[in-house]
Every structure is written in structure tokens, then in C-alpha cells.
């Protein structure tokens, strides 16, 4: 079963793909496991071979302005947020909100606090 898991790791383990956990798993099993060296060794080849021995294109120069100059201009949407949504209306609740926690606050030590009274 683990076997079966660790030949599934293998092509992300020859593409670069995985963490520092599994490759130190892949590579203790590699150590034990002839058949998965061996299938790393030619997924290593087969990756090498492809990119020595296919031509590379690259794209013409005004390829990337032809494809953005026929896109449609989409005209960029209106703000519609509601006037008490915004930020300057938040910045004031929550200033409003600490002034009316400190006068709880300050009631509630001031209330717990009564002087004695003479008996």
C-alpha cells in the first residue's frame, strides 16, 4: 500500500512539487525501493529529453497588444456601497462604541464604590 502511494508521488516528486516531508519520505523509500529509483530515473529523462529536443516558440512581439486592443472595454462598476457603510461613518461607530464602553465601565467602578455612610 505505501508502495502503491509513493509511485503516485513520483512525476510531482520530478517536477519540483513537493514538500520538504514527502521528499524526505519519497527519498528514505527510493533508498529501499530498486523499482521507484528506477521510475524516477526515467521520469528525470524523459523530462530532460523533452526540453533538449523540442523546439521552443516564442510568441511574436505584438501578440500581447493585439489580444488586449480587441478585448471589449468594460466600463468599471460605480461604488454602491450605502452612505453609512463607509469608512469614515465605521471609524466613527467604533469610536463611539469605546466612549460608551468606558462610561459603562467607569459607572459600574464608580457604582460598586459608595462611601460609608454613619450609621
Do not use: K
Request: proline letters at 11%.
Amino acid at each position: 500500500m505505501v508502495h502503491d502511494r509513493m509511485r503516485t508521488l513520483l512525476p510531482m516528486l520530478a517536477d519540483g512539487a513537493l514538500g520538504p516531508v514527502r521528499r524526505f519520505l519519497l527519498g528514505r523509500h527510493m533508498a529501499r525501493c530498486p523499482v521507484c529509483a528506477g521510475e524516477l530515473e526515467n521520469l528525470q529523462a524523459m523530462r530532460s529529453a523533452i526540453r533538449t529536443a523540442l523546439p521552443y516558440h516564442r510568441a511574436p512581439p505584438g501578440l500581447a497588444t493585439r489580444i488586449v486592443s480587441s478585448l471589449p472595454v468594460e466600463a468599471t462598476p460605480p461604488d454602491v456601497r450605502p452612505w453609512w457603510r463607509g469608512p469614515t461613518w465605521n471609524f466613527s461607530a467604533a469610536g463611539l462604541a469605546g466612549a460608551l464602553a468606558g462610561v459603562a465601565l467607569t459607572l459600574v467602578v464608580i457604582g460598586n464604590t459608595t462611601p460609608d455612610r454613619p450609621a
